[in-house]
């Protein structure tokens, strides 16, 4: 009975459902979590509010509610503000991940990731307190922001 009381929802929502098994399999089968599926991101909120997860994982690129804003809802609202929240995405350019982070994830991992490499960043996130998750969106805020104006 320990095992199922340990045992962590994620919330894995991503427009891909090829992916969205393999990251099931991963989770359940390696990481020993519970896993729930969504494939776009409006679907994801409603999920979200159904079971209450312990963490995300979120694609940015999905029809309607992209990942961004899918962060974005959650970071809003004092409720949900403290979720872990992993983004997974293809787009890997440096101006990608920033956005991700700036929009409130935890991380920000490119596909194809390593099912050992998501576990981490899962944990990770699952490991920071609300304080420390604050803490750290307010100071990559403030110093990312004021570089866009140059000199």
């Known amino acids: 009975m320990q095992d199922e009381q340990n045992e962590q929802v994620v919330l894995v929502v991503d427009d891909d459902l090829s ?4 990251i099931t399999d991963g989770l359940t089968l390696v990481g ?6 969504a494939t776009d ?11 209450r997860p312990d963490c995300v994982v979120v694609d940015v690129r999905m029809p ?14 004092a409720e949900t503000a403290h979720t872990p929240i ?3 995405s293809a787009q890997a350019q ?4 920033l956005a991700g982070m700036l929009s409130g994830a935890d991380a920000y991992l490119y596909k194809p990731v390593k099912m050992s490499e998501l576990l981490e960043a899962i944990e990770q996130a ?15 805020a403030g110093e990312e922001l004021p570089e866009r104006g140059g000199r």
């Open 32 to 37: 020993g979590h519970e896993v729930v599926a």
């Open 86 to 88: 992993i983004v997974l």
């Open 94 to 97: 440096e101006r990608d991940a």
């Open 64 to 77: 309607g509610l992209n990942g961004y804003q899918f962060v974005r809802a959650l970071r809003g609202d």
């Open 41 to 51: 991101g409006a679907t994801g909120l409603e999920r979200f509010f159904e079971v």
């Open 126 to 140: 699952l490991r920071l307190s609300a304080a420390e998750r604050w803490e750290r969106q307010r100071r990559l």
């Open 19 to 22: 992916l969205i098994e393999l």
